[in-house]
């Protein structure tokens, strides 16, 4: 048991707010979100929603003068950012408080469906499932292939997937899709292979970033492009900051003009513009050949997708609700996080997923 005090306003099954009693000094439970004097007064961590500070506060360090670190549920960190007392606490030089997220929390379910996706199809299991259920007899196989030939499975060995962002999601995605034989290639700031810092599942991810064969940088522009080129299936899991919004325009949508390409988008947190839905929906109306073989995507621009759009009934296109990261026990795995980061707190160590109150993630 750690000597901190926990305040909590996070929605927990009675067995998990057992296991946070075990692992604290005294734990404030409040999940209706309004946290009383006492609570604010003794609490060293708070454990809170993607709205990150309740609303009830203002001034971080003046009505919570314990508190060391702030432990999100969730992965995503912009609206906790958002929040008036983080951005007063943002705009003062102080930096005493840690804001943390729960990414990597998601490994057990996004990864699972980008490779559902990407078999899903290359198999094109939506338009089989869909033409029996709406036509009640069996298929052709011209009926179900999307191409002026006769249906047939293409095989993922062999074709490349780039990841574009290559964070916890997108390398337990690689290692997940390398087992099936694809190249995995990775877009991402830096342009080379980087140390995964944030918590990570045992068994899962890819920690000295070892799997991606090549590496480009998104700031590059020229680099950028190469990677485009390259990809066979691109993967999208960014992090949602005004440097990822739109970064996949229609020129980039277009390259190559070639062979059967696929795009999938998914994250867990708030929506992601990483490409709008007209430039989608322009690329999936190309010519054979010429544009996208298929889309699967679960975060939509705008958010929801308007009742409807061209997307929701496009022959290539799979639009899902956005329930990629609905994971089963991921408030049991949040938990997890957050007991770690306090034994690194408790010693002196570096937290797991620390934001960086600039940068946004």
Not at 93 to 119: E, F, Q, W
Not at 155 to 182: D, F, I, K, N, W
Not at 260 to 284: I, K, M, N, T, Y
Not at 300 to 318: C, F, M, N
Request: some cysteine.
């Amino acid at each position: 048991m750690s000597s901190f005090i926990l305040a909590c306003t996070v929605f927990l099954e009675p067995p998990v707010v057992e296991r946070l009693h075990k692992a604290f000094a005294k734990v404030h439970y409040h999940p209706d979100g309004v946290l009383p004097k006492e609570a604010l007064q003794e609490a060293d961590i708070l454990f809170t929603e993607m709205v990150g500070v309740p609303a009830q506060i203002t001034d971080l360090k003046a009505e919570i003068p314990n508190l060391k670190l702030i432990q999100l549920v969730c992965a995503g960190s912009e609206k906790a950012l958002a929040c008036p007392a983080v951005k007063n606490y943002v705009a003062q030089s102080d930096r005493s408080i840690t804001l943390a997220n729960a990414s990597g929390i998601h490994v057990l379910s996004i990864p699972n469906y980008v490779v559902a996706s990407i078999l899903g199809a290359y198999h094109q299991l939506s338009r089989q499932i869909i033409f029996g259920a709406v036509n009640k007899r069996w298929a052709t196989r011209a009926e179900i292939e999307i191409t002026d030939k006769p249906y047939y499975a293409r095989s993922p060995r062999g074709r490349t997937v780039g990841m574009l962002g290559y964070g916890a999601l997108g390398r337990e995605s690689a290692r997940l899709l390398s087992c099936l034989g694809m190249e995995i290639i990775a877009a991402n700031t830096s342009g080379s292979a980087t140390q995964q810092t944030g918590y990570i599942i045992d068994g899962t991810g890819d920690a000295d970033g070892s799997i991606p064969e090549t590496y480009y940088s998104t700031k590059d522009r020229t680099s950028f492009e190469a990677f485009l080129k390259r990809c066979d299936v691109l993967v999208s899991s960014l992090p949602n900051t005004s440097a990822t919004q739109y970064i996949i325009g229609p020129k980039e949508l277009g390259k190559p003009p070639s062979k059967e390409r696929f795009a999938c988008q998914h994250w867990s947190g708030q929506p992601r513009q990483v490409w709008s839905s007209e430039d989608l929906l322009a690329e999936l109306n190309k010519p054979e050949g010429e544009g996208l073989f298929a889309a699967h995507v679960d975060v939509t621009d705008p958010e929801p997708l308007p009742e409807g759009h061209p997307l929701w009934s496009h022959r290539k296109a799979t639009i899902t609700p956005h329930l990629t990261g609905d994971t089963e026990g991921e408030y049991d795995i949040a938990v997890d996080i957050l007991i770690a980061n306090v034994k690194n707190l408790a010693v002196g160590e570096r937290l797991y997923n620390a934001v960086d109150f600039v940068k946004g993630y």
